[in-house]
């Protein structure tokens, strides 16, 4: 089993409360996703996962499919 890894990801495109709403809500119901924080007021979104099974490609991914853009925070 690997370690819990925590990535922020920028999420463009979050304006309202719905939107947090769907961006938790396609985070969280990835398989290795074990904590999912959303910040719209920084837009941003803090997730605890296991990087094999939730890589950070597929969380970009995932938020791309439910119509925001992200990227990883520096």
């Known amino acids: 089993m ?3 890894f925590e990535t ?3 999420v463009t495109g979050m ?3 719905s939107c947090a709403g769907r961006v938790d ?3 969280r119901t990835l398989n290795g996703v074990s904590e999912v924080e959303v910040s719209l007021r920084e837009g941003l979104v803090r997730i ?3 990087p094999q099974r939730a890589p950070v490609d597929g969380l970009i991914a995932a938020l791309r499919d439910a119509g925001y853009a ?3 925070t520096t």
Do not use: I
């Open 48 to 50: 605890e996962h296991d």
């Open 2 to 4: 690997s370690k819990e």
């Open 15 to 17: 304006t309202c409360r």
């Open 8 to 10: 922020v990801l920028r």
């Open 25 to 27: 809500g396609a985070l």
């Open 70 to 72: 992200g990227s990883v």
